[in-house]
């Protein structure tokens, strides 16, 4: 990610990498600056590119310019931590629709 132009100093894109509990790469969702938005899902090992008017709540998983920790995951029951980074629970959210 970081030879990718719009995520250098002066570039208008963003990223959130989110780590599961195991210290795991869950996914990892990108905004290129143009329109654009990326996601990679580890469950699936699967990459995907959708316009922004495609994932409409893209940007509630950018992280702008900061490192944050989130440790609501550790207060779910167990049944929602199972799904909490699953694929189609993440497209849902991000797109409005499972595809």
Request: negative net charge; aromatic residues 14%; contains cysteine.
């Amino acid at each position: 990610m970081s030879e990718v132009p719009s995520l250098q100093e002066g570039g208008n894109g963003h990223f959130g990498a989110y780590i599961s509990p195991s210290g795991k790469v869950a996914f990892i969702l990108y905004y290129d600056g143009k329109g654009y938005v990326g996601i990679y899902f580890a469950e699936t090992q699967e990459y995907i590119a959708l316009s922004v008017d495609e994932a409409p709540c893209y940007e509630h998983y950018l992280l702008g310019d900061s490192v944050q920790i989130n440790n609501d995951y550790k207060n779910l029951p167990t049944m929602d931590k199972d799904s909490f980074f699953r694929r189609d629970r993440l497209m849902l959210l991000i797109t409005g629709k499972v595809t």
